[in-house]
T-cell receptor, first 115, second 111 residues
Framework: NAGVMQNPRHLVRRRGQEARLRCSPMKGHSHVYWYRQLPEEGLKFMVYLQKENIIDESGMPKERFSAEFPKEGPSILRIQQVVRGDSAAYFC?????????????FGPGTRLTVT | SQQGEEDPQALSIQEGENATMNCSYKTSINNLQWYRQNSGRGLVHLILIRSNEREKHSGRLRVTLDTSKKSSSLLITASRAADTASYFCATDARNTDKLIFGTGTRLQVFP
């Protein structure tokens, strides 16, 4: 029973390029959450998605960031025209379709470095 | 901001000693959880305490929750070098689906 999978684990992008981060939730989970962790800080909520729906994007920057969770395939966090301030660890979590959404299981994270 | 704060920011102790970390939060909660994060790695869930619970144990971990003070503490007894990590509390506020993380305590246990 594989856990939450994220890829790539490390991503280096130059300023202005696009970054695509992927998250495959645990088997049977249909809720996905993305969090960002800046160096020496705690995780900050970005977005909560269910299949084909964005439920809560209150933590997403207004520009350049988008997220999707299609009917088939992984959830994607997309950052367009990256800037140095986007350098961070991005964590995905998933939770089961019923019950409590606090039961979030975290992936290993993608560490984005913008040069 | 709903983000909690943890105290101390950093803690260094010798193996065998106990380590206590505190977390404060701002809003009413359903549950409070503690996570560990080794340097450069993902989060490991340690323990969850519900808002109607006051204390919970798991192995060498003891968590308390005081909802009147909006605070929680994590006690690691008989610490080991392998306990060296950052520890975060996370709350799920009522009527929301997201976890709100504290700023973390960096624990270093010297052998």
């Amino acid at each position: 029973n594989a856990g939450v999978m994220q890829n790539p684990r490390h991503l280096v992008r130059r300023r202005g390029q696009e970054a695509r981060l992927r998250c495959s939730p645990m088997k049977g989970h249909s809720h996905v959450y993305w969090y960002r962790q800046l160096p020496e800080e705690g995780l900050k909520f970005m977005v909560y998605l269910q299949k084909e729906n964005i439920i809560d994007e209150s933590g997403m920057p207004k520009e350049r960031f988008s997220a999707e969770f299609p009917k088939e395939g992984p959830s994607i966090l997309r950052i367009q025209q990256v800037v140095r301030g986007d350098s961070a660890a991005y964590f995905c979590a998933s939770s089961p379709p019923t019950g409590n959404t606090y039961e979030q299981y975290f992936g290993p994270g993608t560490r984005l470095t913008v040069t | 901001s709903q983000q909690g704060e943890e105290d101390p920011q950093a803690l260094s102790i010798q193996e065998g000693e106990n380590a206590t970390m505190n977390c404060s939060y701002k809003t009413s909660i359903n549950n409070l959880q503690w996570y560990r994060q080794n340097s450069g790695r993902g989060l490991v869930h340690l323990i969850l305490i519900r808002s109607n619970e006051r204390e919970k144990h798991s192995g060498r971990l003891r968590v308390t929750l005081d909802t009147s003070k909006k605070s929680s503490s994590l006690l690691i007894t008989a610490s080991r070098a392998a306990d060296t990590a950052s520890y975060f509390c996370a709350t799920d506020a009522r009527n929301t689906d997201k976890l709100i993380f504290g700023t973390g305590t960096r624990l270093q246990v010297f052998p």
